[in-house]
């Protein structure tokens, strides 16, 4: 059986996203949210990564192109946009974008600290900040877990002193999960963010199950694996029954599988093109599998 958009409306409450940025609304249902627990804040269920997509340099071309796919991406009730310092120019190129769409308020800032230097964090933090051109950041992660012990105490202190909103960790690839673990066990985090797609479900084990326990939003990052899982499934046949979660695209499919994991919050893709961003936010806005579909879909792709 398959969750009908009804009764995921009521256990998520709909975002009214469109409806905050006004100029830039067009016809379009919201994307389903999932609250952030330690808040209670309603996100959507998809963001937009920026890690090479978005390292296009001072290309004047490519900037704007990058500033369209962010005005879909906001005109479709999207949110949550992650960088990191690590991203090359991906800073610089969100905060053109935003300067050009006057910077929306319904932008959810995620960002990163990067730096095995503990004093190095703040001016690093400063830098950031200034790239993106907000007043502050809705969420910092300590990327990678590097020097997290020292970042942490940073992040929680500026949360305190209202600078920053929620304090979350990144890992990615399976790298350092039992660590991962430990500090989920011991800190009170807001977020935390580690890769989960179809291919890469280690998450499940441990780690989804600790977050949903401790209250903590997880972050899906490499929902498509980099892309490797759309080239994998690309000109096979979606089954039939996709069409009963509104799966058009293997992207899609692949999508609601991670975003359908009831310990995960949101997943954030990446991307250069605004169909695709679009393909991705549409995903959020149709009905999501239950554990039963969830399951048939897990066995399909083995068969494809
Ligand atoms: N440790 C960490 O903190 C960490 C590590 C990894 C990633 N991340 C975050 O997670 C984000 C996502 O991960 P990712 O960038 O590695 O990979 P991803 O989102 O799994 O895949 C990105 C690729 O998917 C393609 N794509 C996106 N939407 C598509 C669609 N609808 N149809 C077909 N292809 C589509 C894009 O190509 P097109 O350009 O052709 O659309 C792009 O090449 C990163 O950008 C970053 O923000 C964080």
Known sequence: MVLTRREMLGTMAAACTAA?????GRAQTAPLTKPIPSSGEDIPIVGLGSWITFNVGDDDVARDARTEIM???FEDGG?????????????????????KLGYPNQLFSADKVWTSEPGDGPAQIEESRAHWGVDNFDLLQVHNLLAWQEHLDMLFAMKDAGKLRYVG???SHG??????EQ???????????AT????????????????KEKGIAVIANRPFRRKELIYRFEGKDLPAWASEIDADS?????LKFVISHPAITCAIPATTRVDHVRENLASASGPLPDARLRKRMADYIETV
Request: net charge negative.
């Open 20 to 24: 905050l940025m006004p100029g830039l």
């Open 169 to 171: 960790i990144t890992t």
């Open 79 to 99: 949110r949550m946009i992650d960088s990191s310092p690590m991203y090359g120019s991906a800073q610089p190129v969100i905060g053109h974008a935003l300067e």
């Open 250 to 254: 293997w992207a899609q499919f692949l």
């Open 175 to 180: 790298r350092r999960h039992p660590e991962f």
């Open 196 to 211: 989960y797609n179809m291919a890469d479900r280690d998450v499940e084990e441990r780690i989804l199950p600790l977050a």
């Open 71 to 73: 005005r879909a991406f």
């Open 183 to 193: 500090i989920m066990q011991k800190h009170d985090l807001d977020f935390v963010q």
